[in-house]
């Protein structure tokens, strides 16, 4: 494809602002990334949840899960077109 006399490549998916963008519209690509992402954060985090000094209660946890983990499996969520096994996946 040209423009201006440029040529222009054609890809199949790159990143925009942090979300993969697919050329077929679909977001499982972008879902798996987020889950794969996710987990190296949870993953990171190993050293937090062992560490003795820090008492663990249960409300503790579920906010920094919530703030760390979960704002990087969402990230840019309300662009995806959702199917039925990508709901399974999350």
């Known amino acids: 494809m040209s423009t201006d006399g440029r040529n222009i ?4 998916n790159y990143v925009y602002l942090g979300s993969l963008q ?5 977001c499982t690509q972008d879902i798996k990334r987020c889950i794969r992402l996710a987990s190296s954060v949870m993953a990171s985090l190993n050293r937090v949840w ?8 249960t409300r503790l946890q579920v906010h920094v899960y919530q703030a760390l983990v979960l704002s990087v499996l969402v990230f840019a ?10 709901m399974k996946a999350l």
């Open 22 to 26: 697919s050329s077929n519209g679909y």
């Open 50 to 57: 062992k560490d003795l000094r820090l008492t663990l209660t």
């Open 9 to 12: 490549e054609s890809v199949e």
């Open 77 to 86: 969520a309300e662009t995806w077109t959702f199917l039925a096994a990508d």
